[in-house]
């Protein structure tokens, strides 16, 4: 495992509570009460801001929970044709889409679905822009503020020669022509004071158009519903900017509507030896946490000791490579012996998928205030099959 592997906190909060042998294993269990907590910090930075926040369905789509997304929320934000269909058809509000690419046969479905359709280039704003304009779409251009913040490239999207954006030099009256609003997404788990300098930094470039704007969209990776995040100072930054430039501000967060609001339990398959223990689980890093490899993250284990037993843990599938991590217990394991990772509701239920044919975690919604539990959807051989021929 490298070096290099961030290793995530992960609060483990009321689930520690939970009686992991009442769900089917593996399964996604998330807390309703925890992402009501999150979506009151977020509803009460709208409310004080005055900004709109809008939940990112790419981070965490879990639409049994839309009815209460959509109290405290404006809307969502879509990557696509399929997720700006979900945010309309289940979460209802505004749905902002952006992609990096439409494409002709989608567009007219998307600009159905959108309140806002925002382009990665003047290019396919230019192509697409009277149809946006005859639907009554609101049209926006994501920019690439060129001033980096992210410390992983492959999650900065101003990094070097990054495709996402139009880059903020590159900015004329003739590019923005039709362009109600700006999006600028260069964030990934940050607290406030990297937005207030990718701010500080595009403002001026920016400063020529901004009359001719209507919003300005902040994109995600604004950690809000984390304790250390300055709340005060983000709203104060937000009023400032519409106060100063008359524009509407929207952010996108996707993280932290569900961030330390679910586990993902698992449970123990067998435990060979070779070299060290290692120990099979149900839960594959490649299918059912590929963050765990891309990013790449060691996710936190509830309960895990300082001291103690550990094991090389890793999923059932042929990949050498779906390790998820090296991990102590107390006592020395035994199989069937149930476990759970913390802070997997976001980017993991979203990702899922079925190389091997490994089955799909369930999904189940707990309230840690009522101990209510109910299985959401359980997967079978035919989610496996469906998406063969
Ligand atoms: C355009 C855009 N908006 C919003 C988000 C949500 O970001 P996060 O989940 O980090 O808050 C992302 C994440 O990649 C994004 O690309």
Redesign the pocket.
Known sequence: MSDMMATQAGDAGAFRDLDLSRVPSPCFVVDEKAVEQNLSILSEVAERSGAHILS?L??FSMFALAPLIRQHVGGT?ASGIFEARLGREEYGGEVAT?CAGYKDQDINEILTLSDHIIFNSPAQKNRFLAKAQSAGVQVGLRINPEHSEGEIPKYDPCAPCSRLGTPASQLSFEVLNGVDGVHM?TL??QGFEPLQRTWTAVEPKLAPYLGQLKWLNF????HITRDDYDRDALISFIQGIRRKHGVEVYL?????VALDAGILVGEILDLPMNGMNLAITDISATCHMPDVIEAPYRPALMGEPETGTTYRLGGPSCLAGDVIGDYTWTNPLEIGQRFAFLDQA?YSMVKTNTFNGVPLPTIALWNSETDDLKIIKQFGYDDFKDRLS
Request: aromatic letters at 6%; glycine letters at 22%.
């Open positions: 990112a790419k981070a934000c952006f997404h990934c788990e994109g995600g990776g604004h996108e967060p996707g993280e932290a976001h």
